[in-house]
Structures are given as structure tokens and as C-alpha cells.
């Protein structure tokens, strides 16, 4: 078997995430996320394909879902991934709802004031606070809340992964709101 050497400092960082993953799920989950995210094609949903439509009070399971396109409130996020969306989506709520405690309260998301950088937190520095990075299911719900909570719509485009527990390997979906 190849052994693989990593620096003191990247194994002290791995060894941080001990009780949440074990060392070598967190180098496999690496080697998938570039793997998968980086070296394949996006997914385009084409129109002939009958995406699966879903809402947000409904939500289904997102295990293996890619993003594939996304907006809240009509604007784009600046990375086409679940995370970028959630982020615009928490940016637009914190300014909408008028700051960080309202926005606590409308979701269901862990967050701190100010800057937390471990335990998968990530940090916007414009809105000085950070929230913890989630599974796509939570992300999409989080996003959910959100738009509801300051009535704007959502569109999601994403396409499951030709795996076996995938929910619908490799078909489209669709995950919207439309306020009324």
C-alpha cells in the first residue's frame, strides 16, 4: 500500500476534525470534491430531460445532488455550488432582515458572531459573522427559510450523481419558490 507524507501542519488541521471524521474519510471526502467537482463537466439540465419538480416545504433528499445553476431573489451566486447560494442567501437575509439576531432567528443553521473558522465554519467578513457548512439537504433548507422569511423566489437547478444511495442517480431536479 502507498503512503502518502503530509505536513505537520496540514496533519495538526486534519487531526482538528477528530470526532467529526475520521483522517481518512475527510482525504477521500478531498480527493471526491476535486475529483467530481473539478475535473467533470457541469451538468447542464437540458429542457428535454423532465426535471424532478420539488418545493421547498418539501425538500428531497439531496445526498449526491450537484448544483448545477441557482439564484435567490433573481441574482446569481458568485460560486455556482450549494455553498455560494447559501452564502448570498444568509448575505441578503442579514441586510433584509436587518441584522445578525433576526436572521438567527428565522434559521435553522448554526451561526456565531464574528470570526469562526473551525469546526467547518465559514466567515463573512462583510456581515462579520460565520456559519457552519452543512450537507446540500440543509443548505437548500436554509435557503428555503430564507426566501420565505423576506418573501423573494429561489431557483435551484441540480442533478443527482450516478451513485447507488442516490435518491435518483443522475437525473435532474428542480427546487424553487415563488413567494405569493
Same mark, same amino acid.
Given at each position: 500500500m502507498p503512503y502518502v507524507y503530509i505536513k505537520d501542519a496540514d496533519y495538526k488541521r486534519l487531526n482538528e476534525l477528530k470526532g467529526i471524521f475520521e483522517i481518512e474519510d475527510v482525504i477521500t471526502k478531498i480527493l471526491e470534491h476535486y475529483?467530481?467537482? &473539478?475535473?467533470? *463537466?457541469?451538468?447542464?439540465?437540458?429542457?428535454?430531460?423532465?426535471?424532478? &419538480?420539488?418545493?421547498?416545504?418539501d425538500i428531497p433528499n439531496l445526498n449526491h445532488a450537484k448544483f448545477v445553476s441557482g439564484s435567490f431573489d433573481n441574482v446569481a451566486p458568485t460560486k455556482s455550488n450549494w455553498k455560494g447560494l447559501m452564502t448570498l442567501a444568509l448575505e441578503t437575509?442579514?441586510?433584509?432582515?436587518?441584522? &445578525?439576531?433576526? $436572521?438567527?432567528?428565522?434559521? +435553522?443553521t448554526n451561526m456565531v458572531p464574528g470570526l469562526k473558522d473551525d469546526e467547518g465554519y465559514h466567515y463573512i467578513e462583510s $456581515?462579520?459573522?460565520?456559519?457552519?457548512?452543512?450537507?446540500? &439537504?440543509?443548505?437548500?433548507?436554509?435557503?428555503?427559510?430564507?426566501?420565505?422569511?423576506?418573501?423573494?423566489?429561489v431557483f435551484i437547478s441540480f442533478r443527482w450523481r450516478?451513485?447507488?444511495?442516490?435518491?435518483? %442517480?443522475?437525473? %435532474?431536479?428542480? $427546487?424553487?419558490?415563488? *413567494? +405569493?
Open positions: 475529483l467530481e467537482e &473539478y475535473t467533470k *463537466p457541469e451538468a447542464e439540465i437540458k429542457g428535454e430531460e423532465n426535471p424532478k &419538480y420539488f418545493q421547498f416545504s437575509g442579514f441586510k433584509r432582515l436587518g441584522g &445578525y439576531e433576526e $436572521l438567527a432567528a428565522v434559521v +435553522s $456581515l462579520d459573522f460565520s456559519f457552519q457548512g452543512v450537507s446540500a &439537504y440543509y443548505a437548500a433548507k436554509c435557503i428555503g427559510e430564507i426566501a420565505k422569511s423576506i418573501k423573494v423566489p450516478q451513485k447507488d444511495d442516490a435518491a435518483h %442517480p443522475g437525473e %435532474p431536479g428542480i $427546487l424553487e419558490h415563488n *413567494p +405569493s
